[in-house]
């Protein structure tokens, strides 16, 4: 009897512990279609609780709720106040003017062009979607996608690349008909809680400049090796991206050939990598084929006394092979991050110089010997020959240097002058 009754004692426990996690929210019930997210975002404190314990989840979200909630999410609501208030509808009596213009100061969520915020407005799912997608990193999505939805062409022309992007990610609500996204429809408390839920699921795809300090946690402390002459090979692993540092080396490819007679400042330069960037340890940083997007910033012709000429590039994003892109700060690792011919390829040229005008000047000395006496020839050889490799030598020395060319597929190194910073 002693033993049932310990049993029924445990197992009367394990219920009480576990029915509890529903018994919270006075009008959210297991059942309901967005239950779980529900729960998900008052236990991280994103959405709160009115008095009565109850959530309202068929309510409108107010502008400001939506603010709120989102520096929460991103661990921005303790955020130093850095400007000042410009809405007309806005003072310090609001309870959450702190928050309004810490959103204005990340960019979150924006006022109207005519200086009011309208915190108490009830927030559209399309306004919802533009601020996720706003805060996403970029990504190259075709609006195609969005003809799987029995109401896309209610989409406004504005938010057409918002859905795609949110589509493709997957963080969007889509119910009660999971082929309608309703743009146009008031967002609910319920729907919110379920794309907040989706965004805190998938916080990587957040750009930096939007979460705080607090989010993010370094996991591990890994290496790039590419050269030795490399000033850097650290690589910052945290729970939300990848950080290739300053100063670290890539080897990147001519993804076309390249002319400096052919090109001009501004115009644009890709590069691929033909194999998988992975850090010693083995963590993929930057997949196999990935285009590297530079732009030319100058171009300097060939000068006399052999100067080459030189190509300066800025290279500025990685865009990966899912159409993600990646901000890159990154210029030839060579001096003064110039591309331009090597040394040997000088010495090549003096040297066929030499050669051919070496032969031009044999030439010369056979015609000039053989005119007055033929039997001189070996005399006009000798003479010729000589002569005409100096003049050659000379010629090739003096002579403007080499233009820039480059085969599809040449390798060449870039350094990075800031950290580039890779999201999971």
């Not at 910052?236 to 400042?265: M, P, Q, W, Y």
């Amino acid at each position: 009897m002693k033993k049932f009754l310990a049993v029924l004692m445990v197992f009367t426990i394990m219920m009480f512990n576990f029915v509890p996690a529903f018994a919270a929210i006075a009008d959210v019930s297991p059942q309901y279609w967005a239950a779980k997210e529900i729960q998900e975002v008052v236990d991280a404190n994103i959405m709160t609780l009115d008095s009565a314990k109850r959530f309202s989840p068929e309510t409108g979200v107010a502008r400001v709720d939506f603010v709120n909630s989102l520096l929460k999410l991103l661990t921005n609501d303790n955020l130093d106040v850095k400007i000042k208030n410009t809405f007309t509808d806005l003072n310090q009596t609001n309870p959450y003017f702190h928050n309004i213009l810490r959103s204005e100061q990340l960019g979150l969520v924006y006022g109207y062009p005519d200086k009011t915020f309208r915190p108490d407005n009830i927030i559209l799912r399309s306004e919802a979607q533009s601020v996720i997608s706003h805060i996403t990193r970029e990504k190259i999505t075709d609006t195609s996608i969005l003809n799987q939805f029995k109401d896309a062409e209610q989409i406004p022309v504005w938010a057409s690349s918002v859905y795609a992007k949110s589509v493709n990610y997957g963080i969007y609500v889509n119910y009660p008909d999971s082929r309608e996204l309703r743009p146009n429809d008031t967002l609910t408390r319920a729907e919110a809680a379920v794309l907040l839920a989706k965004l805190k699921e998938k916080i990587g795809l957040v750009k930096e400049q939007y979460y705080g300090k607090d989010l993010e946690k370094v996991t591990a402390t890994e290496h790039l090796f590419t050269t030795k002459k490399a000033p850097c090979d650290i690589v910052k692993i945290t729970n939300l991206r990848k950080v290739i540092l300053e100063g670290n080396v890539l080897a990147v490819l001519f993804d076309c050939k390249f002319k400096s007679k052919e090109h001009k400042a501004g115009d644009a330069v890709y590069f691929v990598n033909d194999q998988a960037v992975y850090t010693q340890e083995g963590t993929l940083l930057i997949p196999e084929n990935s285009k590297f997007a530079a732009t030319v910033l100058d171009i300097k012709d060939p000068r006399w006394f052999n100067k080459n000429a030189r190509v300066y590039v800025q290279m500025n994003k990685i865009i990966l092979p899912d159409g993600q892109e990646v901000a890159l700060n990154a210029k030839p690792f060579y001096k003064d991050y110039a591309l331009k011919e090597s040394a040997w390829m000088n010495v090549g040229k003096v040297a066929l110089s030499t050669v051919t005008m070496g032969i031009v000047g044999t030439g010369a000395g056979i015609g000039f010997a053989f005119i007055p006496n033929p039997a001189k020839i070996g005399t006009g050889i000798a003479a010729g020959l000589p002569a005409g490799a100096g003049i050659g030598f000379i010629a090739g020395l003096v002579s403007p240097g080499l233009n820039y060319n480059a085969k599809a597929g040449e390798q060449i190194f870039v350094i990075l002058l800031d950290d580039a910073s890779i999201l999971k």
